[in-house]
């Protein structure tokens, strides 16, 4: 707010002691990052227990009618995707292997035992949308061969590299590449294997015939000209009860809002969330509360010259205003480097963008709107006689 036509009041306010100022901003900035990060790592989780179904190439999905989670899987048996070859608007189907719990891999470095998860299909059919899977099939089809995942943890798995040799579930293994997929809080790397050497590897899948192999996820391709969902509703009346057919956006969704709503990961985040909302708020409505008994006889002389108390109360809510963007700002930047550094550390994809910057800027612009209106009480409850009493 301007008062008369030269005097910008609450950016004098704010700006007139440097190191109140800069303590302000700080105080703000911290509450902003500490939304920016419990957000940011609820975000970067829930896109991590989702990063290897997002890259599935296909439009639909058969699971077992019991599954929850795919990081707990529950096979269904291969004649689901043999019969879902039959149904109308179905291009192909495939089976995707995968196991989590009882998959380790020993660090060559080291010679511990890891667990880490393992993806299986066959080369051929090109399930995930992963380029160097794709120019390198020639090479993981071969015989006791994986493709290893750049990103998974070195403290763990030591540097996978092409040529290096070591043991998944107790066979022998040659590493012939590497690829960029990510990690979960579930497992610290990723391996994929053809479905060949899936079955060496874990001859618990495999059963007396290909019919009864044990497999985790179908994909269903659709024709060209097919809805994914018809196709999902036909494969749903054609297929016995004991699988789901899901598009592959439904699924994305169904493990993201197991993670989110079910498991506790959201909720905690959640409540970081709120806790630095109310941290902010207390710190803002102490800077602003502080200023307001500060200069309570020049809001006095305003008064009494006939500034009502609606003039002065905007001066307080702008001067909040430009609290916020200003530590708001401090935040983001703050923020930006704290993602790139938990990146590097943890391998979890945090940035900035996928973080909803516009809604921390909403809620740092509440917290401080918020904690200047419930200050500003003492301001315009007050008569100019009792403040220079």
């Known amino acids: 707010m301007r008062l008369g036509r030269n005097i910008p009041l609450a950016w004098k306010n704010l700006t007139e002691h440097k190191l109140r100022l800069l303590a302000s901003v700080a105080g703000v900035a911290f509450a902003t990052t500490l939304m920016f990060m419990e957000n940011g790592f609820r ?5 991590s227990m ?8 296909g439009q639909v999905v058969l699971v077992s009618r019991t599954l929850y989670t795919l990081s707990v899987p529950f ?17 192909s189907a495939s089976p995707l292997y995968t196991v989590t719990r009882s998959s380790f891999w020993r660090n060559p470095e080291t010679g511990r035992e890891e667990r880490i998860c393992v993806v299986g299909y066959d080369p051929a059919d090109d399930l995930l949308d992963v380029p160097e899977l794709k120019e390198d099939r020639e090479l993981w089809s071969r015989p006791d061969t994986a493709m290893a995942d750049d990103l998974s943890r070195p403290a763990q798995f030591g540097e996978f590299r092409a040529g290096q040799v070591s043991e998944l579930a107790g066979k022998r293994f040659e590493v012939v590449g590497t690829f960029a997929l990510g990690i979960n809080v579930q497992t610290n790397g990723n391996l994929v294997v053809s479905d060949r050497n899936m079955m060496t590897a874990f001859p618990e899948l495999d059963g007396p015939s290909l019919m009864d192999r044990k497999v985790q996820v179908g994909v269903i391709r659709t024709a060209p000209d097919a809805d994914p969902r018809r196709v999902r509703d036909a494969l749903a009346e054609a297929l016995p009860p004991d699988v789901r057919a899901l598009t592959l956006d439904e699924f994305i ?36 509360y502080s200023d307001i008994s500060d200069r309570l006889p020049e809001f006095a002389t305003l008064k009494a010259i006939g500034y009502s108390n609606l003039a002065l109360y905007r001066v307080v809510l702008t001067q909040a205003l430009y609290l916020a963007l200003l530590g708001y700002a401090a935040g983001l930047i703050v923020s930006h480097f704290l993602f790139q550094w938990v990146n590097r550390m943890t391998g979890l994809p945090m940035d900035v963008p996928r973080n909803n910057p516009g809604v921390i800027l909403l809620l740092t612009v ?6 200047g209106a419930y200050a500003a009480r003492k301001l315009i409850s007050a008569d100019p006689a009792q403040l220079f009493a």
Request: aromatic share 10%.
């Open 50 to 57: 989702v990063n290897i179904i997002e890259r599935i190439d």
């Open 75 to 91: 096979p269904f048996p291969m004649e689901r995707v043999v019969q879902a070859r039959g149904v109308e608007g179905v291009a």
């Open 366 to 371: 509440l917290m401080c709107l918020g904690s």
């Open 43 to 47: 975000k970067s989780i829930l896109d």
């Open 253 to 288: 969704a169904r493990e993201r809002d197991f993670w989110d709503k079910v498991a506790p990961i959201g909720t905690v985040f959640y409540i970081g969330v709120v806790m630095g909302f109310i941290v902010g708020s207390v710190i803002c409505y102490q800077v602003l």
